[in-house]
């Protein structure tokens, strides 16, 4: 693998998501991962994968996984015994997005309150007061919840609102291996924009003549994207049928957890990839998604990032990634193609 200038800090902040998590997991404890990301969101896949990763260095045994339609407590209950519920980590920790995440979150908090529970590194949002209430409500009766944050922002909410022990760990995606380019850039600027509730309106700006340029966003099907490999399109396709009938009956999902299970990893690995594939048709990357940013700097590639509808991830990039030299803030429109530009130049010397 190729030099870069920010593998030190990336080894730093592998690190300490290691340390935090063993400090609170010691060696051989026995845990269920609730809330596997069943969606094309490549950022929440490298989440999982980067839990994954951080506990099997730590030697913790992950015994039961979950997403939010094939949870199931009594069977998260046999499987685990008197062990440790993990949460998945995050940005839906709130009411931004009510469905599925948070709702297993809340009926998890609910079912298990007598379990010792951590919440993964998240970032906190809510609109709406009787929102927050609830969940107050929810962590603060649980005989034993701890909850990790993944900026200062989420931090001082946490420690405003929550009164349970609160902790700063990076986002778990940093536990993944950074590697090196996965394909030759097509393009100079590869723009990955949200087109969610979490986009910010902003008005486009040429890049000028003689930069290349392309925008997508990973949640869509790309024309001339890769095909998945036929293992992959059959575990999707059982991954599918099994959701959809957990969702609707406890009883299967308590019946047939683990072969759901068996299939989120290899997935998770697979959108991970995808959204490589992608960042890596640019020579430049510009972005408003959080793990474009970290899945950028995983790979080496520079970048400008913009801020997303919340501020997590300027909240963020003032935390943690604001010392990295591949990674370039833009306050505007003007500015991010003035630095993609810029970016552009440096990479095109470096190149020759």
């Known amino acids: 693998m190729t030099h870069r200038p920010d593998a030190e800090l990336v080894g730093r902040w592998s690190h300490l998501v290691d340390g935090v998590l063993h400090d609170l997991l010691p060696v051989g404890t026995r845990v269920a991962l609730v809330n596997f990301p069943n969606h094309a969101n490549a950022g929440d896949s490298a989440i999982w994968l980067g839990a994954l990763t951080s506990l099997r260095r730590m030697q913790v045994h992950v015994v039961y996984r979950s997403s939010w339609a094939t949870y199931e ?49 998240q970032s906190l949002h809510f609109d709406d007061p009787a929102n927050l209430e609830r969940m107050r409500r929810l962590c603060e009766s649980h005989s034993d919840f701890t909850l990790l944050v993944r900026e200062r922002q989420s931090l001082a909410f946490a420690q405003e609102h929550f009164a349970v022990p609160v902790e700063l760990c990076p986002d778990l995606a940093m536990a993944l291996a950074p590697h090196d380019r996965v394909r030759e850039p097509r393009v100079d600027v590869l723009h990955l924009a949200r087109a969610d509730k979490e986009a910010v309106a902003r008005a486009v700006v040429p890049l000028g003549d003689g930069v290349s340029y392309e925008r997508v966003d990973w949640l869509t099907d790309l024309d001339d994207e890769p095909a998945w490999p036929l293992s992959d399109r059959w575990r999707r396709r059982l991954n599918q049928a099994l959701l959809t009938r957990s969702a609707k009956s406890p009883a299967f999902a308590r019946n047939t957890w683990k072969d759901s299970a068996m299939t989120f990893e290899p997935l998770g690995r697979r959108w991970v990839a995808r959204a490589d594939e992608i960042l890596a048709r640019g020579r430049v990357v510009q972005t408003d998604r959080l793990h474009a940013h970290l899945l950028s700097l995983l790979q080496g590639i520079p970048h400008v990032i913009e801020d997303n509808a919340t501020g997590k991830v300027r909240a963020y990039y003032d935390t943690w990634t604001h010392q990295c030299s591949l990674t370039t803030w833009a306050d505007t429109p003007l500015e991010a193609v003035e630095r993609a530009r810029a970016l552009v130049e440096v990479a095109r010397d470096r190149g020759r």
């Open 73 to 121: 407590p009594v069977a998260l209950r046999r499987a685990l015994g008197d062990g440790v519920v993990l949460l998945q980590g995050g940005g839906n920790f709130g009411d931004l997005y009510p469905a599925n995440q948070q709702a297993t979150r809340e009926r998890a908090l609910a079912d298990l309150a007598d379990l010792r529970t951590i919440q993964l590194p």
